[in-house]
């Protein structure tokens, strides 16, 4: 089993949650709730991965605020 790091956010036009994974590209989703953007990320990832076995292209390290 593999682990990967997806990044929410939320549409201010739709409200709808917006789930893509950085180090897989063409790996995002939207949904109306978190429990139904977590197993659409889970479809895309594993779509994804059954087409090829690609290495990640990215690394998560974290988040950082910047202030101005």
Request: proline letters at 7%.
């Amino acid at each position: 089993m593999r682990s990967f790091t997806a990044i929410i956010e939320r549409c201010p036009t739709t409200g709808q949650f917006v789930g893509y994974v950085p180090a897989l590209p063409g790996t995002h989703t939207h949904a109306d709730n978190l429990d139904e953007l977590h197993r659409n990320l889970v479809e895309v990832v594993t779509l994804v991965l059954e087409d090829e076995d690609p290495e990640p292209e990215t690394e998560f390290i974290g988040t950082h605020t910047v202030r101005v």
